[in-house]
């Protein structure tokens, strides 16, 4: 619970003792919408939540502080005094009700809360993801197009990490389904010199899975990443694919 919740909450304590026993019209004037009030104490516990930080609060005083939270009342067309009547009211003759609505303020803070998590995990892995081709690939492509032939210019020097969602249906003739992807270098001769991406063993049962690769791309100079998901260099040309690549995420570790 916050500062302003608190100091009106030991207000209310100071002042119920004398008045309990006296119910008064007055007391119904004035009292907040309870949606409002839902609302606006979200607002405050907020304001509450910047001013407990450090390089906030130093550029407020104590009245600064009551301030902020007289411009949340403000914003929503309400003063000081009609909330804390409405405060008051619900302490002193509906305190049950008044923790209902705080449970509906906390409520609202945690969805609050879990979009702002989701939207950071999401920017984090946006900012983390290097992979330079496209979202997702098929094949067979409707095109008939050989689509999935990955070949990109590169500039990532050290450990990289590749995490994907890969597919292989039933009628895949591919025997033993492995990775393709390399990293491609060629001298000034024509030859050309690879570092091959782990090569794993796939699942061919028309399910989707997620693999982990990692490789240690040490070339330096002008670099390549070629290949398929898939292994398709050495395959038999008469041999039908049939998968899906998708959630491609590619990560770059330095080498020190």
Same mark, same amino acid.
């Given at each position: 619970?916050?500062?302003?919740?608190?100091?009106? !909450?030991?207000?209310?304590?100071? #002042? #119920?003792?004398?008045?309990?026993?006296?119910? &008064?019209?007055?007391?119904?004037? *004035? /009292? !907040?919408?309870? @949606?409002? !009030? /839902? &609302?606006?104490?979200?607002?405050?516990? /907020?304001?509450?939540?910047?001013? &407990?930080?450090?390089?906030?609060?130093?550029?407020?005083?104590?009245? *600064?502080?009551?301030?902020?939270?007289? *411009? /949340?009342?403000?914003?929503?067309?309400?003063? @000081?005094?009609?909330?804390?009547?409405?405060?008051?009211?619900?302490?002193?003759?509906?305190?049950?009700?008044?923790?209902?609505?705080? *449970? @509906?303020?906390?409520?609202?803070?945690?969805?609050?809360?879990a979009r702002v998590d989701k939207e950071l995990q999401s920017f984090g892995a946006r900012q983390m993801n290097i992979w330079p081709g496209k979202e997702f690939y098929s094949f067979p492509d409707p095109s008939c197009k050989d689509t999935t032939r990955i070949d990109y210019p590169s500039n990532f020097y050290g450990t990289l990490y590749l995490k994907f969602t890969l597919t292989i249906y039933p009628d895949d003739q591919s025997a033993h389904p492995v990775m393709g992807l390399y990293f491609s270098k060629t001298d000034s001769t024509g030859n050309e010199e690879r570092i091959r991406f782990s090569t794993i063993p796939y699942i061919k049962d028309g399910h989707p899975h997620d693999y982990r690769i990692s490789v240690v791309q040490n070339f330096t100079g002008p670099v390549r990443l070629k290949g398929w998901f898939i292994d398709q260099e050495n395959a038999s040309p008469y041999r039908e694919f049939h998968h899906r690549v998708e959630n491609i995420i590619l990560t770059l570790y330095l080498i020190e």
């Open positions: 619970m916050n500062r302003y919740f608190l100091l009106v !909450l030991f207000a209310f304590l100071v #002042a #119920a003792g004398s008045c309990t026993g006296r119910k &008064s019209k007055a007391e119904h004037k *004035d /009292i !907040l919408p309870e @949606k409002d !009030l /839902i &609302s606006i104490l979200t607002e405050v516990h /907020i304001a509450d939540g910047l001013l &407990s930080i450090p390089e906030v609060r130093y550029k407020f005083t104590k009245g *600064d502080t009551l301030e902020s939270y007289i *411009d /949340i009342f403000e914003k929503h067309g309400y003063t @000081k005094p009609q909330m804390d009547r409405t405060m008051r009211y619900y302490f002193v003759r509906k305190p049950k009700k008044l923790i209902k609505i705080y *449970d @509906k303020v906390l409520g609202q803070l945690s969805e609050m809360e």
